[in-house]
Protein backbone atom coordinates (compact mmCIF):
# COMPACT_ATOMS: atom_id res chain seq x y z
CA UNK A 1 0.00 0.00 0.00
CA UNK A 2 1.42 3.22 -0.83
CA UNK A 3 2.07 5.54 1.92
CA UNK A 4 -0.52 8.62 2.42
CA UNK A 5 0.29 11.56 0.99
CA UNK A 6 -0.34 14.77 2.94
CA UNK A 7 -1.77 17.62 2.25
CA UNK A 8 1.25 19.45 1.73
CA UNK A 9 3.18 16.95 0.21
CA UNK A 10 0.41 16.48 -2.23
CA UNK A 11 0.74 19.89 -3.37
CA UNK A 12 4.37 19.94 -3.18
CA UNK A 13 4.50 17.03 -6.19
CA UNK A 14 2.21 18.87 -8.13
CA UNK A 15 4.32 22.04 -8.03
CA UNK A 16 7.58 20.00 -8.97
CA UNK A 17 5.52 18.32 -12.12
CA UNK A 18 4.15 21.39 -13.49
CA UNK A 19 4.49 22.44 -17.23
CA UNK A 20 2.08 25.19 -17.24
CA UNK A 21 2.31 27.03 -14.08
CA UNK A 22 -1.15 25.84 -13.58
CA UNK A 23 -0.62 23.50 -10.19
CA UNK A 24 1.46 26.22 -8.87
CA UNK A 25 -2.12 28.70 -9.37
CA UNK A 26 -3.90 25.46 -7.39
CA UNK A 27 -1.50 25.22 -5.01
CA UNK A 28 -1.55 29.11 -4.25
CA UNK A 29 -5.96 29.07 -4.23
CA UNK A 30 -5.41 26.20 -1.77
CA UNK A 31 -3.02 27.57 0.57
CA UNK A 32 -5.03 30.99 0.62
CA UNK A 33 -8.34 29.01 1.14
CA UNK A 34 -7.34 27.34 3.96
CA UNK A 35 -5.73 30.47 5.85
CA UNK A 36 -8.82 32.07 4.84
CA UNK A 37 -10.65 29.18 6.60
CA UNK A 38 -8.14 29.75 9.60
CA UNK A 39 -9.16 33.58 9.64
CA UNK A 40 -12.69 33.37 9.27
CA UNK A 41 -13.33 30.84 12.07
CA UNK A 42 -10.56 33.16 14.27
CA UNK A 43 -12.64 35.85 14.24
CA UNK A 44 -16.13 33.65 14.39
CA UNK A 45 -14.75 32.47 17.58
CA UNK A 46 -13.86 35.60 18.94
CA UNK A 47 -17.37 37.40 18.14
CA UNK A 48 -18.90 34.09 20.08
CA UNK A 49 -16.25 34.32 23.33
CA UNK A 50 -17.15 38.13 23.18
CA UNK A 51 -21.17 37.54 23.39
CA UNK A 52 -20.54 34.64 25.87
CA UNK A 53 -19.20 36.88 28.46
CA UNK A 54 -21.59 39.51 27.94
CA UNK A 55 -24.22 37.22 28.13
CA UNK A 56 -22.72 35.67 30.82
CA UNK A 57 -22.68 38.47 33.05
CA UNK A 58 -26.29 39.92 32.21
CA UNK A 59 -27.54 36.16 33.01
CA UNK A 60 -25.47 35.17 35.93
CA UNK A 61 -25.37 38.82 37.46
CA UNK A 62 -28.96 39.88 36.83
CA UNK A 63 -29.89 36.70 38.00
CA UNK A 64 -27.83 36.51 41.66
CA UNK A 65 -28.98 40.44 41.76
CA UNK A 66 -33.04 39.97 41.71
CA UNK A 67 -33.53 36.26 42.26
CA UNK A 68 -31.79 35.44 45.43
CA UNK A 69 -34.44 36.05 48.00
CA UNK A 70 -37.86 34.59 49.17
CA UNK A 71 -40.46 37.11 48.97
CA UNK A 72 -43.92 35.42 49.86
CA UNK A 73 -45.40 37.48 47.20
CA UNK A 74 -43.02 37.78 44.23
CA UNK A 75 -43.27 39.85 41.23
CA UNK A 76 -44.80 37.89 38.04
CA UNK A 77 -45.13 39.37 34.86
CA UNK A 78 -47.58 37.28 32.77
CA UNK A 79 -47.19 34.66 35.53
CA UNK A 80 -42.78 34.44 35.23
CA UNK A 81 -41.10 35.94 38.13
CA UNK A 82 -39.87 39.19 36.81
CA UNK A 83 -36.12 38.06 37.59
CA UNK A 84 -36.66 34.87 34.81
CA UNK A 85 -37.92 37.46 31.95
CA UNK A 86 -35.60 40.25 32.41
CA UNK A 87 -32.74 37.66 33.90
CA UNK A 88 -33.29 34.90 31.33
CA UNK A 89 -35.97 35.61 28.47
CA UNK A 90 -35.21 38.84 27.06
CA UNK A 91 -31.17 37.73 27.28
CA UNK A 92 -32.56 34.38 25.63
CA UNK A 93 -33.96 36.53 22.78
CA UNK A 94 -31.33 39.13 22.19
CA UNK A 95 -29.10 35.55 21.62
CA UNK A 96 -31.82 34.17 19.76
CA UNK A 97 -31.00 37.16 16.98
CA UNK A 98 -27.38 36.98 17.40
CA UNK A 99 -27.53 33.41 16.65
CA UNK A 100 -29.71 34.16 13.62
CA UNK A 101 -27.11 36.97 12.09
CA UNK A 102 -24.49 34.67 12.85
CA UNK A 103 -26.41 31.96 10.85
CA UNK A 104 -27.04 34.26 7.61
CA UNK A 105 -24.81 37.07 7.53
CA UNK A 106 -22.16 36.49 10.47
CA UNK A 107 -20.36 33.42 9.46
CA UNK A 108 -18.68 33.15 6.20
CA UNK A 109 -18.59 30.41 3.49
CA UNK A 110 -15.66 28.85 2.61
CA UNK A 111 -14.32 25.54 1.03
CA UNK A 112 -13.79 23.29 3.58
CA UNK A 113 -11.12 21.76 1.01
CA UNK A 114 -11.09 17.80 -0.50
CA UNK A 115 -11.13 14.96 1.16
CA UNK A 116 -7.56 13.25 1.65
CA UNK A 117 -6.93 9.57 1.89
CA UNK A 118 -8.38 8.01 5.37
CA UNK A 119 -6.24 8.21 8.31
CA UNK A 120 -6.28 4.55 9.11
CA UNK A 121 -4.70 3.77 5.45
CA UNK A 122 -1.15 4.64 6.09
CA UNK B 1 -47.44 5.29 35.41
CA UNK B 2 -49.10 1.87 35.30
CA UNK B 3 -47.71 -1.39 33.37
CA UNK B 4 -49.38 -2.65 30.64
CA UNK B 5 -50.60 0.40 29.56
CA UNK B 6 -51.36 -0.29 25.81
CA UNK B 7 -51.45 3.02 24.14
CA UNK B 8 -47.87 4.02 25.82
CA UNK B 9 -46.78 0.22 24.51
CA UNK B 10 -48.30 0.64 20.97
CA UNK B 11 -46.39 3.71 20.86
CA UNK B 12 -43.14 1.84 21.97
CA UNK B 13 -43.52 -0.87 19.62
CA UNK B 14 -44.12 1.49 16.65
CA UNK B 15 -40.96 3.47 17.32
CA UNK B 16 -39.26 0.61 17.36
CA UNK B 17 -40.25 -0.16 13.86
CA UNK B 18 -39.40 3.29 12.65
CA UNK B 19 -35.68 3.00 13.98
CA UNK B 20 -35.71 -0.73 12.72
CA UNK B 21 -36.48 0.73 9.28
CA UNK B 22 -34.19 3.99 10.04
CA UNK B 23 -31.84 1.09 10.03
CA UNK B 24 -32.16 -0.30 6.89
CA UNK B 25 -32.54 3.06 5.24
CA UNK B 26 -29.40 4.67 6.46
CA UNK B 27 -27.90 0.99 5.32
CA UNK B 28 -28.23 1.86 1.90
CA UNK B 29 -27.36 5.59 1.91
CA UNK B 30 -23.81 4.68 3.76
CA UNK B 31 -23.52 2.33 0.99
CA UNK B 32 -23.51 4.83 -1.94
CA UNK B 33 -20.58 6.59 -1.45
CA UNK B 34 -17.37 6.18 0.18
CA UNK B 35 -15.49 3.22 1.62
CA UNK B 36 -17.02 0.93 4.70
CA UNK B 37 -14.98 3.26 7.10
CA UNK B 38 -16.09 6.48 6.25
CA UNK B 39 -19.20 5.30 5.40
CA UNK B 40 -20.28 3.35 8.73
CA UNK B 41 -18.44 5.47 10.87
CA UNK B 42 -18.85 9.30 9.66
CA UNK B 43 -21.71 9.00 7.36
CA UNK B 44 -19.18 9.89 4.04
CA UNK B 45 -19.43 13.55 5.79
CA UNK B 46 -23.02 14.26 4.20
CA UNK B 47 -24.32 15.28 7.31
CA UNK B 48 -27.24 18.04 6.12
CA UNK B 49 -28.52 20.62 8.47
CA UNK B 50 -31.45 19.12 10.54
CA UNK B 51 -29.32 15.92 11.20
CA UNK B 52 -26.43 18.31 12.30
CA UNK B 53 -28.83 21.41 14.49
CA UNK B 54 -30.99 18.46 16.06
CA UNK B 55 -28.55 15.43 17.15
CA UNK B 56 -24.85 17.46 17.74
CA UNK B 57 -25.89 17.87 21.32
CA UNK B 58 -25.88 16.72 24.61
CA UNK B 59 -29.33 15.66 24.62
CA UNK B 60 -30.55 12.07 25.70
CA UNK B 61 -33.62 10.57 27.19
CA UNK B 62 -32.38 12.45 30.91
CA UNK B 63 -32.92 15.73 28.82
CA UNK B 64 -36.65 14.80 29.24
CA UNK B 65 -37.04 12.27 31.98
CA UNK B 66 -34.79 14.16 34.79
CA UNK B 67 -34.87 17.61 33.56
CA UNK B 68 -39.07 17.75 34.38
CA UNK B 69 -38.74 16.17 37.87
CA UNK B 70 -36.25 18.61 38.57
CA UNK B 71 -38.42 21.64 37.48
CA UNK B 72 -41.23 20.18 39.60
CA UNK B 73 -39.43 19.69 42.46
CA UNK B 74 -37.01 22.87 43.03
CA UNK B 75 -39.25 25.17 40.48
CA UNK B 76 -38.35 28.69 38.76
CA UNK B 77 -34.31 28.26 39.59
CA UNK B 78 -34.14 25.81 36.73
CA UNK B 79 -34.73 28.32 34.26
CA UNK B 80 -31.16 29.51 35.12
CA UNK B 81 -30.12 26.35 35.52
CA UNK B 82 -30.38 25.68 31.27
CA UNK B 83 -30.29 28.87 30.92
CA UNK B 84 -27.01 28.59 28.84
CA UNK B 85 -29.22 26.93 26.15
CA UNK B 86 -29.13 30.04 24.45
CA UNK B 87 -25.25 29.98 23.43
CA UNK B 88 -25.17 26.30 22.48
CA UNK B 89 -26.06 27.11 18.91
CA UNK B 90 -22.79 29.30 18.75
CA UNK B 91 -20.57 27.85 21.01
CA UNK B 92 -20.76 24.20 19.43
CA UNK B 93 -21.46 25.16 15.72
CA UNK B 94 -19.90 28.56 15.39
CA UNK B 95 -16.38 27.92 17.27
CA UNK B 96 -14.77 24.71 16.06
CA UNK B 97 -17.15 23.72 13.18
CA UNK B 98 -15.69 24.88 10.05
CA UNK B 99 -12.08 24.45 11.41
CA UNK B 100 -12.50 20.82 12.61
CA UNK B 101 -14.48 20.14 9.72
CA UNK B 102 -11.53 21.39 7.27
CA UNK B 103 -9.26 19.63 9.66
CA UNK B 104 -10.82 16.34 9.25
CA UNK B 105 -11.12 16.63 5.52
CA UNK B 106 -7.24 17.71 5.35
CA UNK B 107 -5.85 14.66 7.43
CA UNK B 108 -8.98 12.01 6.39
CA UNK B 109 -10.17 11.45 10.09
CA UNK B 110 -12.73 9.78 10.79
CA UNK B 111 -12.76 9.81 14.78
CA UNK B 112 -11.80 12.04 17.06
CA UNK B 113 -8.51 10.14 17.90
CA UNK B 114 -7.54 9.60 14.34
CA UNK B 115 -7.60 13.78 14.02
CA UNK B 116 -6.03 14.33 16.97
CA UNK B 117 -3.29 11.80 15.85
CA UNK B 118 -2.82 13.04 12.45
CA UNK B 119 -2.99 16.64 13.66
CA UNK B 120 -0.05 16.86 16.05
CA UNK B 121 1.39 13.43 14.69
CA UNK B 122 1.49 11.23 17.48
CA UNK B 123 0.36 7.89 17.88
CA UNK B 124 0.58 8.28 21.34
CA UNK B 125 -1.89 10.72 21.73
CA UNK B 126 -4.20 8.90 19.81
CA UNK B 127 -3.98 5.72 21.87
CA UNK B 128 -4.77 8.40 24.93
CA UNK B 129 -7.67 9.58 23.52
CA UNK B 130 -9.01 6.46 22.33
CA UNK B 131 -8.76 4.98 26.10
CA UNK B 132 -10.07 8.58 27.65
CA UNK B 133 -13.18 8.37 24.76
CA UNK B 134 -13.96 4.24 25.49
CA UNK B 135 -13.85 4.57 29.17
CA UNK B 136 -16.26 7.63 29.47
CA UNK B 137 -18.99 6.70 26.82
CA UNK B 138 -18.98 3.23 28.57
CA UNK B 139 -20.27 5.05 31.79
CA UNK B 140 -22.91 6.77 29.72
CA UNK B 141 -23.78 3.66 27.97
CA UNK B 142 -24.16 1.15 30.76
CA UNK B 143 -26.93 4.24 32.22
CA UNK B 144 -28.38 4.76 29.01
CA UNK B 145 -29.54 0.90 28.74
CA UNK B 146 -30.38 1.26 32.48
CA UNK B 147 -32.87 3.87 31.50
CA UNK B 148 -34.58 2.12 28.44
CA UNK B 149 -35.57 -0.88 30.38
CA UNK B 150 -36.75 2.02 33.12
CA UNK B 151 -38.77 2.79 30.50
CA UNK B 152 -39.97 -0.40 29.50
CA UNK B 153 -40.62 -1.26 32.82
CA UNK B 154 -43.07 1.45 32.79
CA UNK B 155 -45.29 0.23 29.64
CA UNK B 156 -44.81 -3.72 29.99
CA UNK B 157 -47.29 -5.80 31.10
CA UNK B 158 -46.66 -8.49 33.63
CA UNK B 159 -45.55 -11.86 32.32
CA UNK B 160 -48.22 -14.97 32.61
CA UNK B 161 -47.39 -17.39 35.47
CA UNK B 162 -44.75 -14.98 37.41
CA UNK B 163 -46.14 -13.41 40.80
CA UNK B 164 -46.45 -9.53 41.42
CA UNK B 165 -43.43 -8.52 42.81
CA UNK B 166 -40.88 -10.88 41.91
CA UNK B 167 -37.62 -10.22 41.61
CA UNK B 168 -34.82 -12.13 39.57
CA UNK B 169 -30.84 -10.57 40.04
CA UNK B 170 -32.90 -7.87 42.29
CA UNK B 171 -35.08 -6.66 39.02
CA UNK B 172 -38.26 -7.16 38.10
CA UNK B 173 -39.12 -9.50 35.11
CA UNK B 174 -40.71 -6.35 33.10
CA UNK B 175 -37.03 -4.38 33.60
CA UNK B 176 -35.07 -7.80 32.70
CA UNK B 177 -37.49 -8.27 29.18
CA UNK B 178 -37.51 -5.29 28.54
CA UNK B 179 -33.70 -4.80 29.09
CA UNK B 180 -33.89 -7.57 26.54
CA UNK B 181 -36.03 -6.47 24.15
CA UNK B 182 -34.60 -3.14 23.91
CA UNK B 183 -31.35 -4.41 23.45
CA UNK B 184 -31.76 -6.72 19.97
CA UNK B 185 -33.65 -3.52 18.43
CA UNK B 186 -30.81 -1.09 19.07
CA UNK B 187 -27.78 -3.50 18.71
CA UNK B 188 -29.71 -4.52 15.60
CA UNK B 189 -30.39 -1.44 13.99
CA UNK B 190 -27.11 0.35 14.96
CA UNK B 191 -25.15 -2.26 13.42
CA UNK B 192 -27.28 -2.73 10.17
CA UNK B 193 -27.25 1.42 9.73
CA UNK B 194 -24.19 2.49 11.52
CA UNK B 195 -23.47 6.51 12.18
CA UNK B 196 -26.25 7.35 9.89
CA UNK B 197 -28.48 4.84 11.95
CA UNK B 198 -27.99 6.94 15.13
CA UNK B 199 -27.84 10.46 13.81
CA UNK B 200 -31.45 9.61 11.68
CA UNK B 201 -32.75 8.07 15.04
CA UNK B 202 -31.60 10.86 16.57
CA UNK B 203 -32.99 13.22 14.64
CA UNK B 204 -36.34 11.11 14.94
CA UNK B 205 -37.00 11.70 17.88
CA UNK B 206 -36.10 14.77 18.07
CA UNK B 207 -38.38 15.58 15.92
CA UNK B 208 -41.00 13.57 17.65
CA UNK B 209 -40.30 15.37 21.15
CA UNK B 210 -40.73 19.28 19.74
CA UNK B 211 -44.39 18.13 18.10
CA UNK B 212 -45.15 16.10 21.97
CA UNK B 213 -43.97 19.39 23.75
CA UNK B 214 -45.67 21.56 21.33
CA UNK B 215 -48.78 19.46 21.97
CA UNK B 216 -48.42 19.33 25.83
CA UNK B 217 -47.99 22.82 26.58
CA UNK B 218 -51.34 25.04 25.72
CA UNK B 219 -53.00 21.79 27.08
CA UNK B 220 -51.11 22.20 30.70
CA UNK B 221 -52.01 25.82 30.32
CA UNK B 222 -55.37 25.33 30.50
CA UNK B 223 -55.41 22.13 32.89
CA UNK B 224 -53.24 24.65 35.45
CA UNK B 225 -55.50 27.95 35.19
CA UNK B 226 -52.36 29.34 33.95
CA UNK B 227 -48.70 30.39 35.07
CA UNK B 228 -50.12 32.79 37.64
CA UNK B 229 -52.06 29.92 39.59
CA UNK B 230 -49.15 26.85 38.95
CA UNK B 231 -46.87 29.91 40.43
CA UNK B 232 -48.71 30.18 43.24
CA UNK B 233 -49.83 26.87 43.42
CA UNK B 234 -46.05 25.82 43.91
CA UNK B 235 -45.19 28.48 46.54
CA UNK B 236 -48.37 26.66 48.82
CA UNK B 237 -46.84 23.48 48.15
CA UNK B 238 -42.81 23.95 48.55
CA UNK B 239 -42.74 27.56 50.15
CA UNK B 240 -41.31 30.65 48.06
CA UNK B 241 -38.41 29.39 47.41
CA UNK B 242 -40.64 27.76 44.25
CA UNK B 243 -40.51 31.06 42.63
CA UNK B 244 -37.09 32.13 43.67
CA UNK B 245 -33.57 31.15 43.67
CA UNK B 246 -31.84 28.82 44.76
CA UNK B 247 -35.20 27.00 44.44
CA UNK B 248 -37.27 25.25 46.91
CA UNK B 249 -36.74 23.39 49.96
CA UNK B 250 -32.61 23.08 49.07
CA UNK B 251 -30.01 25.19 48.16
CA UNK B 252 -30.09 23.92 44.63
CA UNK B 253 -28.35 26.28 42.66
CA UNK B 254 -26.08 28.71 44.77
CA UNK B 255 -24.40 31.71 43.12
CA UNK B 256 -21.62 29.60 42.22
CA UNK B 257 -23.19 26.44 40.97
CA UNK B 258 -25.57 29.43 38.83
CA UNK B 259 -22.30 30.03 36.85
CA UNK B 260 -20.37 26.81 36.88
CA UNK B 261 -23.68 25.39 34.80
CA UNK B 262 -24.15 28.25 32.57
CA UNK B 263 -20.36 27.24 31.59
CA UNK B 264 -21.08 23.59 31.98
CA UNK B 265 -24.04 23.54 29.15
CA UNK B 266 -22.84 25.88 27.00
CA UNK B 267 -19.28 24.80 27.18
CA UNK B 268 -19.03 21.12 27.77
CA UNK B 269 -21.20 20.38 24.91
CA UNK B 270 -18.21 21.99 22.55
CA UNK B 271 -15.92 19.26 23.97
CA UNK B 272 -17.92 16.12 23.85
CA UNK B 273 -16.63 13.41 21.27
CA UNK B 274 -20.27 12.78 19.90
CA UNK B 275 -20.32 16.79 19.33
CA UNK B 276 -16.83 16.72 17.51
CA UNK B 277 -17.08 13.81 15.58
CA UNK B 278 -20.58 15.47 14.18
CA UNK B 279 -18.68 18.23 13.17
CA UNK B 280 -16.49 15.97 11.23
CA UNK B 281 -19.33 14.97 9.12
CA UNK B 282 -21.37 18.32 8.01
CA UNK B 283 -21.01 18.38 4.01
CA UNK B 284 -20.66 22.07 3.71
CA UNK B 285 -20.57 25.63 5.28
CA UNK B 286 -23.74 26.55 4.35
CA UNK B 287 -25.44 23.13 6.42
CA UNK B 288 -23.17 24.33 9.55
CA UNK B 289 -25.00 27.95 9.16
CA UNK B 290 -28.10 26.82 9.12
CA UNK B 291 -28.34 24.04 11.63
CA UNK B 292 -26.98 27.17 13.69
CA UNK B 293 -30.14 28.83 13.11
CA UNK B 294 -32.06 25.88 13.30
CA UNK B 295 -30.63 24.40 16.65
CA UNK B 296 -31.19 28.30 18.03
CA UNK B 297 -35.17 28.17 17.09
CA UNK B 298 -35.15 24.03 18.31
CA UNK B 299 -33.57 25.71 22.02
CA UNK B 300 -36.10 27.88 22.28
CA UNK B 301 -39.06 26.14 21.29
CA UNK B 302 -38.33 22.86 23.56
CA UNK B 303 -36.12 23.97 26.60
CA UNK B 304 -38.84 27.56 27.44
CA UNK B 305 -42.04 25.45 26.90
CA UNK B 306 -40.42 22.53 29.25
CA UNK B 307 -39.79 25.34 32.07
CA UNK B 308 -42.89 26.17 31.81
CA UNK B 309 -45.07 22.83 31.46
CA UNK B 310 -43.57 21.60 34.87
CA UNK B 311 -43.95 24.75 36.29
CA UNK B 312 -47.17 24.28 35.50
CA UNK B 313 -47.45 20.73 36.84
CA UNK B 314 -47.52 21.59 40.31
CA UNK B 315 -50.91 22.95 40.03
CA UNK B 316 -52.26 20.29 38.14
CA UNK B 317 -50.43 17.08 40.07
CA UNK B 318 -50.06 19.42 43.27
CA UNK B 319 -48.07 16.48 45.76
CA UNK B 320 -46.82 13.84 43.17
CA UNK B 321 -45.09 11.19 45.12
CA UNK B 322 -42.41 10.12 42.95
CA UNK B 323 -41.02 13.43 40.79
CA UNK B 324 -39.42 11.06 38.57
CA UNK B 325 -42.62 10.64 36.51
CA UNK B 326 -44.20 14.12 36.06
CA UNK B 327 -43.89 13.89 32.83
CA UNK B 328 -45.42 10.83 31.69
CA UNK B 329 -47.69 11.42 34.60
CA UNK B 330 -48.38 15.12 33.12
CA UNK B 331 -49.22 13.66 29.84
CA UNK B 332 -51.82 11.55 31.12
CA UNK B 333 -53.10 13.84 33.10
CA UNK B 334 -53.69 16.77 30.48
CA UNK B 335 -53.71 14.47 27.11
CA UNK B 336 -55.04 11.71 25.51
CA UNK B 337 -52.94 8.20 26.17
CA UNK B 338 -52.21 8.54 22.49
CA UNK B 339 -50.54 11.66 23.20
CA UNK B 340 -49.08 10.67 26.71
CA UNK B 341 -47.50 7.31 24.44
CA UNK B 342 -46.20 9.94 21.73
CA UNK B 343 -44.18 12.09 24.57
CA UNK B 344 -42.94 8.94 26.49
CA UNK B 345 -41.85 7.20 23.47
CA UNK B 346 -40.04 10.86 22.71
CA UNK B 347 -37.33 10.52 25.54
CA UNK B 348 -37.37 6.62 24.92
CA UNK B 349 -35.93 7.19 21.25
CA UNK B 350 -33.97 9.82 23.15
CA UNK B 351 -31.87 6.94 24.65
CA UNK B 352 -31.89 4.66 22.04
CA UNK B 353 -30.67 7.47 19.69
CA UNK B 354 -27.91 8.25 22.54
CA UNK B 355 -26.84 4.40 23.01
CA UNK B 356 -26.56 3.90 19.04
CA UNK B 357 -23.98 6.91 18.69
CA UNK B 358 -22.46 5.76 21.54
CA UNK B 359 -21.98 2.11 19.91
CA UNK B 360 -20.68 3.43 16.68
CA UNK B 361 -17.90 5.35 18.58
CA UNK B 362 -16.91 3.03 20.62
CA UNK B 363 -16.96 0.65 17.99
CA UNK B 364 -14.86 3.08 15.56
CA UNK B 365 -12.14 4.13 18.36
CA UNK B 366 -11.94 0.10 18.71
CA UNK B 367 -11.81 -1.29 15.15
CA UNK B 368 -10.19 2.07 13.28
CA UNK B 369 -7.95 3.51 15.79
CA UNK B 370 -6.83 -0.07 17.93
CA UNK B 371 -7.68 -3.10 15.69
CA UNK B 372 -7.07 -1.35 11.72
CA UNK B 373 -3.94 0.59 13.44
CA UNK B 374 -1.76 -1.74 15.50
CA UNK B 375 -3.34 -5.44 14.74
CA UNK B 376 -4.38 -5.50 11.38
CA UNK B 377 -3.41 -2.39 8.75
CA UNK B 378 -4.26 -4.11 5.65
CA UNK B 379 -7.76 -5.80 6.71
CA UNK B 380 -10.09 -5.60 3.89
CA UNK B 381 -14.02 -3.94 4.14
CA UNK B 382 -15.58 -7.59 5.15
CA UNK B 383 -13.48 -8.16 8.04
CA UNK B 384 -13.62 -4.62 9.57
CA UNK B 385 -17.19 -5.17 9.11
CA UNK B 386 -17.06 -8.12 10.76
CA UNK B 387 -15.26 -6.79 13.54
CA UNK B 388 -16.88 -4.26 13.81
CA UNK B 389 -20.07 -5.67 14.13
CA UNK B 390 -18.56 -8.04 16.90
CA UNK B 391 -17.42 -5.64 18.92
CA UNK B 392 -21.02 -3.64 19.02
CA UNK B 393 -22.53 -6.84 20.27
CA UNK B 394 -19.73 -7.64 23.04
CA UNK B 395 -19.83 -3.82 23.98
CA UNK B 396 -24.07 -3.77 24.05
CA UNK B 397 -24.07 -7.40 26.11
CA UNK B 398 -21.20 -6.50 28.56
CA UNK B 399 -23.19 -2.79 29.33
CA UNK B 400 -26.78 -4.16 29.90
CA UNK B 401 -25.18 -7.26 31.73
CA UNK B 402 -23.73 -4.02 33.88
CA UNK B 403 -27.09 -1.80 33.41
CA UNK B 404 -28.71 -4.97 35.65
CA UNK B 405 -26.34 -4.64 38.60
CA UNK B 406 -25.51 -1.16 38.06
CA UNK B 407 -25.36 1.30 41.70
CA UNK B 408 -27.78 3.26 42.39
CA UNK B 409 -25.10 6.52 42.44
CA UNK B 410 -24.40 6.13 38.65
CA UNK B 411 -26.36 9.07 37.56
CA UNK B 412 -23.44 10.72 39.87
CA UNK B 413 -21.10 8.71 37.45
CA UNK B 414 -22.92 10.17 34.34
CA UNK B 415 -22.40 13.44 35.19
CA UNK B 416 -18.56 12.98 36.16
CA UNK B 417 -18.19 10.96 32.71
CA UNK B 418 -19.97 13.97 30.97
CA UNK B 419 -17.62 16.65 32.39
CA UNK B 420 -14.75 14.78 32.22
CA UNK B 421 -14.68 14.18 28.86
CA UNK B 422 -15.51 18.02 27.45
CA UNK B 423 -12.41 18.81 30.20
CA UNK B 424 -10.27 16.23 28.54
CA UNK B 425 -10.92 17.01 25.09
CA UNK B 426 -12.33 20.70 24.51
CA UNK B 427 -8.82 22.09 25.58
CA UNK B 428 -6.97 19.81 22.81
CA UNK B 429 -9.93 20.68 20.27
CA UNK B 430 -9.64 24.48 20.51
CA UNK B 431 -5.28 23.54 20.31
CA UNK B 432 -5.59 21.81 17.01
CA UNK B 433 -8.27 24.11 15.71
CA UNK B 434 -6.12 27.74 16.36
CA UNK B 435 -3.06 27.38 18.43
CA UNK B 436 0.24 27.32 16.04
CA UNK B 437 2.37 26.01 18.89
CA UNK B 438 0.70 23.63 20.35
CA UNK B 439 2.42 20.24 20.13
CA UNK B 440 1.05 16.59 21.08
CA UNK B 441 2.66 17.00 24.31
CA UNK B 442 0.61 20.07 25.31
CA UNK B 443 -2.57 18.36 24.18
CA UNK B 444 -1.49 15.41 26.44
CA UNK B 445 -0.88 17.38 28.92
CA UNK B 446 -4.02 19.48 29.04
CA UNK B 447 -6.16 16.35 28.46
CA UNK B 448 -4.72 14.39 31.65
CA UNK B 449 -5.13 17.87 33.66
CA UNK B 450 -9.06 18.47 32.84
CA UNK B 451 -9.17 14.51 33.58
CA UNK B 452 -6.81 14.37 36.99
CA UNK B 453 -8.11 18.17 38.26
CA UNK B 454 -12.45 15.97 37.51
CA UNK B 455 -10.63 12.71 39.78
CA UNK B 456 -9.50 14.60 42.41
CA UNK B 457 -12.75 16.71 42.96
CA UNK B 458 -15.09 13.54 43.09
CA UNK B 459 -13.10 10.75 44.43
CA UNK B 460 -12.95 12.59 48.18
CA UNK B 461 -16.19 13.51 47.69
CA UNK B 462 -17.25 9.90 47.03
CA UNK B 463 -14.90 8.22 49.60
CA UNK B 464 -16.79 11.28 52.38
CA UNK B 465 -20.15 10.56 50.84
CA UNK B 466 -21.88 14.08 53.10
CA UNK B 467 -24.01 15.63 51.46
CA UNK B 468 -22.40 19.53 51.26
CA UNK B 469 -26.37 20.82 51.45
CA UNK B 470 -26.02 22.52 47.55
CA UNK B 471 -26.69 21.05 44.18
CA UNK B 472 -29.03 18.38 43.08
CA UNK B 473 -29.75 15.67 46.06
CA UNK B 474 -28.30 12.57 45.14
CA UNK B 475 -26.49 9.37 46.34
CA UNK B 476 -22.80 11.15 45.57
CA UNK B 477 -21.54 14.02 45.91
CA UNK B 478 -18.30 15.45 44.73
CA UNK B 479 -16.04 18.44 46.39
CA UNK B 480 -17.67 21.75 44.90
CA UNK B 481 -14.05 23.17 45.76
CA UNK B 482 -15.20 27.68 46.51
CA UNK B 483 -18.72 26.55 45.61
CA UNK B 484 -18.38 25.86 42.10
CA UNK B 485 -18.92 22.61 40.13
CA UNK B 486 -16.04 20.25 39.66
CA UNK B 487 -16.13 21.06 35.46
CA UNK B 488 -15.33 24.52 35.71
CA UNK B 489 -11.95 23.28 37.94
CA UNK B 490 -11.02 20.70 35.61
CA UNK B 491 -11.25 23.16 32.53
CA UNK B 492 -9.34 25.61 34.47
CA UNK B 493 -6.25 23.31 35.26
CA UNK B 494 -7.08 22.13 31.63
CA UNK B 495 -6.31 25.37 30.06
CA UNK B 496 -3.50 26.50 32.18
CA UNK B 497 -1.17 23.43 31.87
CA UNK B 498 -2.12 23.50 28.27
CA UNK B 499 -0.72 26.90 27.71
CA UNK B 500 1.91 26.42 29.98
CA UNK B 501 3.16 23.24 28.51
CA UNK B 502 2.80 25.43 24.77
CA UNK B 503 4.79 27.93 25.83
CA UNK B 504 7.72 26.18 27.87
CA UNK B 505 7.99 23.12 25.39
CA UNK B 506 9.83 23.05 22.40
CA UNK B 507 7.62 24.10 19.60
CA UNK B 508 6.19 22.02 16.37
CA UNK B 509 8.50 21.81 13.02
CA UNK B 510 7.39 24.75 10.89
CA UNK B 511 6.56 22.41 8.02
CA UNK B 512 3.75 21.04 10.25
CA UNK B 513 2.53 24.62 11.45
CA UNK B 514 2.40 25.82 7.63
CA UNK B 515 0.30 22.55 6.96
CA UNK B 516 -1.98 22.41 9.56
CA UNK B 517 -2.14 26.11 10.78
CA UNK B 518 -1.28 28.28 7.52
CA UNK B 519 -1.22 31.67 8.69
CA UNK B 520 0.13 33.63 5.38
CA UNK B 521 -2.04 33.67 2.66
CA UNK B 522 -1.44 35.10 -0.25
Known sequence: MPPRPRHGQVKEVLSVTSVNGQTEREHGICMDNAAAVLRSSRREATQVAVLWVVICIWVVGYCITNAYRTDPDPVLIAGVPSWVVWGILAPWMVCLAATCWFAFRGVEDTDLGEEQAQAGED | ?522
Open chain 2, 1 to 522: MKGGNIEALSALGILMIASMAIGVYANRAQEKGGGFLSGYFLGNRGLGSWSMALTATVMSGGTFMGFPSLVYSYGWVLALWIASYMMVPLCTFVVLGKRIGQLSRQTGAITLPDLLRERFESPRLGLLASIVMMLILTFGLVSQFKAGAIIMQLVLPPLPGIPDGALYLNRSPQFLYGLLLFSIVVVGYTIHGGFLAAVWTDLFQSVLMAIGILILFPLALIHSGGLERATQAGIAAVGPGFAYAPGAERDFLTPGLAFSFFAMWSIAGMGQPATLVRLMAFSDTPTLRRATFLLGAYNTVIYVPLVLIFICARAVLPNLAQPDEVMPAMALKVASPWIAGLILAAPFGAVMATISGFLVQISSGLVQDVYHRFFNPHADEATLRRVSNLTMVIVAIGAAIAAIFSPKFLQALIVFAGGCAACAFLVPAVMTAFWKQATARSAMAAMAAGVLSMLALYVPGWVRNADPGIGEKSGFYPVYFMGVAPFVWGLVASIVVGVVVTVVAPGPPPSRVDEFVPETAR
